[in-house]
T-cell receptor, first 115, second 110 residues
Framework: NAGVTQTPKFRVLKTGQSMTLLCAQD?????MYWYRQDPGMGLRLIHY???????AKGEVPDGYNVSRLKKQNFLLGLESAAPSQTSVYFC??????????????FGPGTRLTVT | GQSLEQPSEVTAVEGAIVQINCTYQ??????LSWYQQHDGGAPTFLSY????GLEETGRFSSFLSRSDSYGYLLLQELQMKDSASYFC???????????FGAGTRLFVKA
């Protein structure tokens, strides 16, 4: 049981380049999330998904797009990277039952630097 | 909007007890969670309070007062390995959107 995995672990991009971050979970969780973490600012929700084929915006969605084509995968895309997107990106997933959402399980993170 | 406030840093001695406070403002409320994060690591879940009162899990306890929009995490018998950042998080309207505080960095000294 790998839990939540993220690919890649590290990446350096030049301004204007694009990339996709992949998140996979093997716990059959309905809900998945993408966060970014910057020093002193905690975790900020970028986008989330409540099930296969559905996505929604979080607190800081601008400049990012997501897709959830399969229940176990949640992709985060940066179409044209900017230095302000330098951050650590965490994916998380959680179980839900009868409208109650339980604790989130986090992946190991992706450290992205945009120069 | 939604916001959470917690102290930025707390220092305590090994073996002691420390309390990390969290106050929140949310539109709708479904519960207060606490997460621990070591440097370079991922956040890991510690506790969750949906109702008023104290929840105990080993050396860690968490308290919630919904009327005061306030909660705290209590760490007992502190160990060096407890040095980490601790985040409170609120699940607001909709039940699946979680907002995190900026985190409290705990330093445990020998």
């Amino acid at each position: 049981n790998a839990g939540v995995t993220q690919t890649p672990k590290f990446r350096v991009l030049k301004t204007g380049q694009s990339m996709t971050l992949l998140c996979a979970q093997d716990m059959n969780h309905e809900y998945m999330y993408w966060y970014r973490q910057d020093p002193g600012m905690g975790l900020r929700l970028i986008h989330y998904s409540v099930g296969e084929g559905t996505t929604a915006k979080g607190e800081v969605p601008d400049g990012y797009n997501v897709s959830r084509l399969k229940k176990q995968n949640f992709l985060l895309g940066l179409e044209s990277a900017a230095p302000s997107q330098t951050s650590v990106y965490f994916c998380a997933s959680s179980y839900s039952s009868s409208g109650i959402t339980y604790e989130q399980y986090f992946g190991p993170g992706t450290r992205l630097t945009v120069t | 909007g939604q916001s959470l406030e917690q102290p930025s840093e707390v220092t305590a001695v090994e073996g002691a007890i420390v309390q990390i406070n969290c106050t929140y403002q949310t539109s709708g409320f479904y519960g207060l969670s606490w997460y621990q994060q070591h440097d370079g690591g991922a956040p890991t879940f510690l506790s969750y309070n949906a109702l008023d009162g104290l929840e105990e899990t080993g050396r860690f306890s968490s308290f919630l007062s919904r009327s005061d929009s306030y909660g705290y995490l209590l760490l007992q018998e502190l160990q060096m390995k407890d040095s980490a950042s601790y985040f409170c998080a609120v699940r607001g309207t909709g039940g699946f959107k979680t907002i995190f505080g900026a985190g409290t960095r705990l330093f445990v000294k020998a």
